[in-house]
Structure formats: C-alpha cells, structure tokens
C-alpha cells in the first residue's frame, strides 16, 4: 500500500513565523502535490513537482514556497505565517505523470492554526 | 476550463436506504472524472474512476458512479447506506494539465 505521511496533525503558531510542513511517501513517486483544503471550497492545489528539485506554481501559490531536494520527501514552507493560512494542509503523491489515469494517494492532512 | 460541481453540500439518509450524491462537470473533452472519499480527520481515500472505459464503473465498498454525456453529470451512488458510510465526498476532475480539479464536497450523514 502507498503511504503518505505527514509530519504533525496539529500546529499553532504565531503570526509572522516561519512554519514548515513535511510529506514523505514511500513508493517511490514522481509526483508530489500540496493542497489546502477550507470549507465549502473543496481542495485547492499550491504548488506541486514532477521531480526532485522541480516545482510548479498551483492555482494559490501566492504566500508558499516549496522545496524538494529528495524524491520521497516534500516541504511546504510559509515564510511569514498569516491568519489566512489557517487551514487544513493535504500533501499527495501520484507514478504517473501527466497522465489521465493517474491517482493521487494523500496523507491525513495537518491542521495549521496562525494565531 | 474544466469544472466540477455537487449539487448538494449536505445529504442525509437513513441506514439501510439508497445513496445518491450528485455531481455534474463541464469540460469540451472526455474528462477523468474521480470519487475521493474523507472520513473525519483522515485524508482522502479513492473510491473510484472513471477514464472513458466503462461507463458505469464500480468502487469500493459498494460504491458505484456512471458517467452520463448527455447530461454531463457522475453521480454516485450506493444501494444500501452503512453508518460507516458517513463521510465528506468529493467529485473531483482533471484539467487539461492533468491537475485534479476538486468540487466543494457533500457532508453524508447516515441516521441510525
């Protein structure tokens, strides 16, 4: 089975900080994605990447960075954290790139709270 | 552009009884069009896909969807509602940049 794990469930910080969050996944997946998801709005994708060192801009990618410097590992980076980050973080992996029958397999998410 | 719309933020059924969750798409091509499944505090599951085989394509448990063109809708259902059914459910599509396009989610609550 693929895992895809995410390093914290919860997380509070503060305004203003610096707060990384960690995906790994274990099948040696090309693609990585990030997503927020928020009520009412579904899932909204922030950045993803095809390949180490590669990343593409999402439809939100507008106060997050990322960085990939391994295959099986993916960083979220909000450099100065804002209320309006509050939200549910979801990374995912998927083999298959560009491809119409690829599935995305997705960790259980953290629940970021800025206060 | 492609976009994914349920139709119902929130149903409720009894144990026992039918599911229905709505889903309609627009896209000028032959979509994928997906299931993902969100139990409380989990991440989403897969519960099917469709991509221009069959057009009734059969999930995991019991789950099943069938992709109409005419009335450009995907709607799932299952015959028979278990109290472990209750979920958030997404519709999802996939763009011509093979990104997932995510629809709001319905809310399943399944009364005892």
């Known amino acids: 089975d693929v895992k895809v794990t995410q390093s914290s469930r919860y997380l509070v910080k503060r305004t203003g900080e610096k707060v990384f969050l960690e995906c790994v996944q274990d099948?040696?997946?090309?693609?990585m994605f990030w997503y927020r998801q928020d009520p009412g709005l579904g899932l909204r994708l922030i950045y993803f990447?095809?390949?180490?060192?590669?990343?593409e801009k999402g439809d939100i990618p507008e106060g997050y960075s990322v960085s990939r410097e391994k295959k099986e590992r993916f960083s979220l980076i909000l450099e100065s954290a804002s209320t309006n980050q509050t939200s549910m973080y979801l990374c995912a992996s998927s083999l298959l790139s560009r491809s119409s029958t690829d599935t995305q397999y997705f960790g259980p998410g953290t629940r970021l709270t800025v206060l | 552009a492609q976009s994914v719309t349920q139709l119902d933020s929130h149903v409720s059924v009894s144990e026992g009884t039918p599911v229905l969750l709505r889903c309609n798409y627009s896209s000028s091509y032959s979509p994928s069009l997906f299931w993902y499944v969100q139990h409380p505090n989990k991440g989403l599951q897969l519960l099917l896909k469709y991509t221009s085989a069959a057009t009734l394509v059969k999930g995991i448990n019991g789950f099943e969807a069938e992709f109409k063109k005419s009335e450009t809708s995907f709607h799932l259902t299952k015959p028979s509602a278990h109290m472990s059914d209750a979920a958030e459910y997404f519709c999802v599509g996939m763009d011509s940049s093979y990104k997932l396009i995510f629809g709001s989610g319905t809310r399943l609550l399944v009364r005892p």
């Open positions: 099948m040696d997946h090309e693609n």
């Open positions: 990447s095809y390949d180490v060192k590669m990343k």
